[in-house]
């Protein structure tokens, strides 16, 4: 690879689909720059060390970059190349090992400190020797801090910030690891300068599971109500109601352990194709439910001599609604096989709900 160019490193295993929350720094106190340094030397260094996230990426603000602005004049002055500042700067950052001096049985390292920690630092920088006298980067050009060029801008209600996306690990609990970041970004924030606030509640997957499934407890606690209510005005009869009302929980639980069984995840799809799937198995016991009860009224209004035992009753009534009921399941069954022959990201999204 042409020397300017990084080598290739594995990227973290995550995705967009993955991206579990967006999290805003800004303060009305601090530059663009202040901000983007918190954001990547202390806010995704913290956040990255979760078990459970695979990536964070921040957007926004400025990058602090040292900055060396060359003075043509200055380097015609002295007959000093372009090149020939640009190798002493790259030389200089460095610390150096210089071996041991031992003395009384005592050994003591040696080391040269060469890391600059200031814009003071590189202006000392030795370049070329001159009259006897050496030529130093201050000499040539200023040295400041100043902001690198710019990628991407972002921004929260209008104020500018650094926004960073979180990406979590593939089969971590997304509601599990949002709380732990809760936990850590209110940590982090205790420890921020005065001024520095971070937004957490821009973008939250748990946010819309925890919708899911209120919105999903919502309808079964609705349509239970409205079952209750309806089958007992019909058969008017508590035991009757009670049988028909059986059928829901036992079928929820077979579903559930037919995804477990399938090492499949209990998550919107599949929580949608339960919720459809009610209908279905409210009206196959209904109908079979009020059959036998309509026989059963039938057989009592009966002479005593041709009174038929119950369990016979109930099971040829059974038996004279049970062909249209499993036809009529067979047909809705149908009616999702087609997704199962979907590809791609449909076939992810979709299969789920037709297996729920």
Request: net charge neutral.
């Amino acid at each position: 690879l042409p020397p300017d160019i990084s080598s290739p490193v594995m990227a973290p295993v995550s995705s967009v689909m993955g991206e579990i929350m967006f999290i805003a720094l800004k303060s009305e106190q601090h530059d663009a720059i202040e901000l983007k340094s918190i954001a990547d030397w202390v806010l995704r260094r913290r956040l990255l060390a979760i078990p459970g996230v695979a990536e964070v990426i921040p957007n926004g603000g400025q990058t602090k970059q040292y900055q060396v602005l060359i003075k043509p004049e200055r380097l015609a002055a002295y007959n000093i190349s372009l090149k020939e500042v640009t190798e002493a700067l790259r030389a200089t950052n460095n610390n150096s090992s210089a071996g041991f001096y031992i003395e009384s049985a005592q050994e003591y390292l040696i080391q040269g400190l060469g890391r600059v920690h200031s814009p003071e630092d590189i202006g000392k920088t030795f370049v070329a020797l001159r009259g006897g006298e050496p030529v130093l980067v201050r000499h040539l050009a200023q040295v400041k801090l100043g902001p690198a060029p710019t990628r991407g801008t972002a921004a929260h209600n209008g104020q500018a910030a650094v926004v960073l996306g979180i990406q979590k690990q593939p089969g971590a609990n997304t509601l599990e690891l949002t709380a732990r970041l809760d936990e850590v970004i209110k940590d982090i924030q205790s420890t921020l300068p005065e001024g520095m606030k971070i937004e957490s509640h821009i973008f939250r997957q748990a946010d819309f599971i925890s919708t899911s499934i209120s919105n999903l407890t919502h309808a079964l606690r609705d349509g239970a109500i409205l079952v209750v209510i309806i089958v007992f005005i019909f058969l008017a009869s508590f035991r009757a109601t009670a049988i028909t009302l059986v059928a829901l929980p036992l079928s929820l639980l077979t579903a559930l352990l037919v995804i477990q069984a399938m090492d499949a995840t209990i998550n919107t799809m599949t929580l949608g194709g339960l919720a459809i799937a009610l209908g279905a198995l409210v009206d196959d016991a209904i109908i079979v439910v009020e059959n036998i009860v309509r026989r059963l009224r039938q057989n009592k209004q009966l002479v005593s001599e041709k009174q038929r035992p119950v369990l016979q009753v109930v099971l040829e009534a059974t038996r004279e609604i049970q062909g249209s009921i499993v036809f009529a399941t067979i047909i809705i069954m149908l009616v999702f096989l087609p997704l199962f022959f979907l590809t791609g990201v449909e076939s992810r999204l979709m299969q789920p709900l037709g297996l729920a």
